[in-house]
């Protein structure tokens, strides 16, 4: 019997492609027949978290991964989602920050020293690379990805598109 | 300055008893203000993770840790919600397994040994024991709380009647 657990069980030492790739191919097995954006995002950020750990490089720092939301009752407001990691912000003012910055330019954020963004809100003293990547449904962004790093320069652009691919994937397959 | 990733963060060799109060204090604290349930419920699924893999004793091998929630289309089933661990079932019949048994009932489940457990429902075979929590709104399941153990015997009555009283929190400060 193949147990769900396994599907977010990565070898040690994988590459960055290697591991997105397997993140990917993952999600869309899960993803398959759950619409529920709750369900799928709480198993994506497992997957995320459990294979940017296994990756050899600076990336396996990550100390906080999951997704903030638009809240439905105010749509330039972030609300906390599923997540890995410490306790953080229950909600951010879409503009505010790395994750307000991405929500309202519809555009990733790479921040490769978190110290040096205008306006970063600090969730985590330990956070000190990040990337937030916007999740756009129908034009509008519904939520975002985003990942923390204890390292500086924890990200790049290969981060960048991998998790770009990921955020389209959400957007075709759960219903916000 | 304080970042939320403190309220998470706890001194290793804890009682259960001294664990579960610092959980309460700090969920009451952070869901003063943000009545969400995803954002609730994803910052409990991090305390209940970190203070658990603080208690001095079996608990502290936890596997899994977090929250299904009655699907708002179809009232016999439980969707998978903000959690810490391996990627988990997506969705669960009311009255299926451990989680299912609970919503049925509406009463908490105390699994020494998952084995023995008739319907048992096997997302990761680490899982060696269990505790399942309705959380009761308005005399509704509208969630549980669900924690593995990869111990047998992880949980007792301490666990059940501290962890009704966190559920107790989520029924009175959380929309569902």
Redesign the interface.
């Known amino acids: 019997?193949v147990?769900?657990?396994?599907?977010?069980?990565f070898e040690q030492g994988l590459s960055k492609a290697q591991a997105y790739a397997r993140v990917l191919e993952?999600a869309e097995a899960?993803f398959a027949?759950?619409r529920?954006w709750?369900?799928?995002l709480?198993?994506a950020s497992?997957?995320l978290h459990?294979a940017l750990k296994s990756v050899d490089g600076p990336v396996s720092a990550i100390n906080?991964c999951?997704f903030y939301?638009i809240?439905p009752l105010n749509h330039q407001e972030l609300?906390?989602?599923?997540?890995?990691?410490?306790?953080?912000?229950?909600?951010i003012k879409v503009g505010q920050g790395v994750c307000g910055a991405a929500a309202a330019t519809m555009m990733t954020e790479v921040v490769p020293n978190v110290d040096e963004f205008p306006g970063h809100i600090?969730?985590?003293?330990?956070s000190k690379s990040e990337i937030v990547v916007p999740i756009i449904q129908n034009s509008k962004v519904v939520a975002i990805i985003d990942i923390d790093c204890s390292e500086l320069n924890g990200f790049n652009s290969e981060d960048a598109q991998l998790l770009e691919k990921l955020a389209n994937l959400i957007a075709e397959t759960c219903d916000f």
């Open positions: 019997m147990h769900h657990a396994e599907a977010s069980t993952e899960l027949g759950q529920n709750v369900s799928n709480s198993n497992s997957l459990h906080w999951g939301f809240n609300i906390l989602g599923p997540f890995h990691g410490h306790v953080a912000c229950q909600s600090a969730c985590d003293s330990n």
